[in-house]
C-alpha cells in the first residue's frame, strides 16, 4: 500500500459534530466531545475524520450557512480546542479534513450585509448574484429558476431608500445567498481560507457542492425551472456543473501541493460532484483537479446485483481511468440511513439490517477509497416519527413537507445507557439532546455494540482491519466472477473473492471454505441471501 498517497484507498469516518458527543451539557455535540471520541475511531479503524461545519453560522442550515469562514462557532468551541482536537487526531494517526462550503454563505455575513447596504451595480453587490427583477416594476423575479430545498431561487430585497430593489440569488434557502465566483475578490477571499486552516494542521477539505460555483454568466430561464427542487439534486445545467469551475479545483489542488512540498504530508481535496454521469464525475478528478469525487451512484443504486454490477464498472471505466481512485459511499448526512432505505423499519431487525451489512462488506472490498457517515456502523436505523415542532430541516420549513427531510439521520448517537441521552451528553440528569432519541436506540448503544462480537460495529471493525492488513484490499482492480442470477461476485488480486447474494434463497458460494468474514451466519460453501462474504480461493 502506498502511504505517501494515503487518500488512495483510505476510509474516512464523517463526523456530524452536533450529532457525535457533547461535552458542555447544552445536548449539542462539540469539538471536545469529537476530541473525547478519537480512541473510540481508532479502535474502529478509520484513517481519518470529515468533520462537519463548525463555523460561526446563525444554523439555519445547521452550519451549512457560513457566517465566518475562519473561526469556531462559540456552541462548538473555540480555535484553541480546534487545535486540540487536531494534535490529539495526529497523535492518533487520524487525519482531519474540514467541510468548506464554496458556494453560498449565510445571509449573516459581513460581506452579505455590505451589499444588503450598498446600491445596485456597486463592488459588494458584485460579490453575489444580484439582479434586477422582471416585469413593469420589477415585481417578477430574474428567471425561473427554482431553489432546491424549495420555492423559487431569488428574493427582492429593500433597498437602503426603502423601496423595492433587486433580487439575490440563492440556490438552497434565502439565508444562504450564492457567491459570484465570476468576481476575482471571491476566489481570493477564499483562497485566503484555504491557507487559514492549512496553517492550523488539517489534512484537507471536503468541498460542498464542488459542482457548482459558476452560473451561465446570463442566468437564462431554464426548461425545467422546478428541476432541482423535485430531485433536490443539483441537476439544472444552467446553475450546476458550469466548465469554469474546473479552474477552481486546479488552483486550488496546487495550493494543497504547495503545503505538501514544505512537509511531505499530503493534503486531500474531495469534492461533493452531482453530476449526471460516471464520465462527467470523472472530469473533476483529473490528475490537476479534485484528488477525491463521492461517487454516489452506488448510495442511489436499487438493492439489485445487475444494477450494483452496472454502477461500479462504470466508475471503474471512467474514474479510475483518470489515474484517480473511485470514492465510495453508502450514506452521508443528507441520505435516509442506509439500514432503513434497504428496507428496516425502525427498531427492527430483518432484512434491512442485513442488506446494510452486506453493502458494507461491498463497500470496503471495492479498489479505491471509502466514506462512512457516524452511526453507520452501529446499523442504525433512520428516524422517521420525529415530532413537527423538533423538526429543523429547511427543507420542512420551506415546504410544509416530511418528504426526503434529513433530520431522522442526524439524530445524536446512542454511547451507553438504556435511556436517552444514551450518553450523548454530559449534562445533568434529564439533559435533553437537540434532537429526541428514540427508546430503541439503547439496542445499538456503542458499549453494546463493542461487546456483541455479531454486532455491526464488529463487521466494520474487522474488515477495516483486513482491508489495512490485506495487500488485495484498497488500491488496485477486481476482476468479476461467472456467478447464477442475483448474486455478484469479485476478486481482488491473489485468490481474495468478495461474494454477495442479493437474493433471499441460499446459493452456493463462488469459492469453497470458510469465509474470513460474512457479514451474517455464512456455512461454508453456501451464501444465505442478502449475505457478503470475503473467502479466500484456495483453487
Known sequence: ????????????????????????????????????????????????????????????????????????????????????LVTAARRLGIRVLLDIVPNHCSSEH???????????????????????????????????WHAMFGGPAWTRVTEPDGRPGQWYLHMFTP?????????????????????FWLDQGVDGFRIDVAAGLFKHPELPDSPDPEADA?????????????????????HWRSVCEEYTARDGRERLLVGEVSVPTAREHARYVRPDELHQAFFFDLLGAPWDADAFRKVISEAMLDIAGTGSTVTWVLNNHDQVRTVTRYG??????????????????????????????????LGLPEVVDLPDDVLTDPIFRRTGSRARI????????????????????????????????????????????LADTRSSWHLYRDGL???SAMPQLGEGALRWLDTQPGVLAFSR????????????????????????????PCPPGVLPGSTAAWWIDGS
Open 110 to 144: 459581513p460581506w452579505f450585509r455590505d451589499a444588503l447596504a450598498a446600491a445596485p451595480g456597486s463592488p459588494e453587490r458584485a460579490r453575489f448574484h444580484f439582479a434586477p427583477g422582471r416585469g413593469p416594476d420589477g415585481a417578477e423575479p430574474p428567471n425561473n
Open 1 to 84: 500500500m502506498n502511504r505517501h498517497h494515503w487518500w488512495r484507498d483510505a476510509v474516512i469516518y464523517q463526523v456530524y459534530v452536533r450529532s457525535f458527543l457533547d461535552s458542555t451539557g447544552d445536548g449539542i455535540g462539540d469539538l471536545a466531545g469529537v476530541r473525547a471520541g478519537l480512541p473510540y475511531l481508532k479502535k474502529l479503524g478509520v484513517d481519518g475524520i470529515w468533520l462537519s461545519p463548525f463555523y460561526p453560522s446563525p444554523q439555519h442550515d445547521h452550519g451549512y450557512d457560513v457566517a465566518d469562514y475562519r473561526d469556531v462557532d462559540p456552541v462548538f468551541g473555540d480555535l484553541a480546542e480546534f487545535d486540540r
Open 175 to 195: 439565508e444562504q445567498p450564492d457567491w459570484n465566483w465570476r468576481e476575482p475578490e471571491v476566489a481570493a477571499e477564499f483562497d485566503r481560507t484555504l491557507r
Open 406 to 449: 434529513r433530520d431522522g439521520c442526524r439524530v445524536p448517537l446512542p454511547w451507553s445507557g438504556q435511556a436517552s441521552p444514551f450518553g450523548f451528553t454530559s449534562g445533568a440528569e434529564g439533559a435533553k439532546p437537540w434532537l429526541p432519541q428514540p427508546e430503541y436506540f439503547a439496542e445499538y448503544a456503542t458499549h453494546r455494540a
Open 465 to 467: 482491519q483486513l482491508r
Open 344 to 377: 428496516e423499519p425502525a427498531g427492527g431487525s430483518g432484512l434491512g439490517a442485513a442488506r446494510a451489512r452486506a453493502a458494507a462488506l461491498l463497500m470496503l472490498a471495492l479498489p479505491g477509497a471509502a466514506y462512512i457517515y457516524q452511526g453507520e456502523e
Open 230 to 250: 423535485r430531485t433536490r439534486d443539483s441537476v439544472n445545467p444552467l446553475a450546476w456543473n458550469q466548465p469554469e469551475v474546473h479552474d477552481v479545483w486546479r
Open 493 to 520: 488480486g491473489e485468490g481474495l473473492v468478495c461474494a454477495v447474494n442479493f437474493g433471499t434463497a441460499p446459493v452456493p458460494a463462488p469459492v469453497a471454505g470458510t469465509p474470513l468474514l460474512a457479514s451474517g
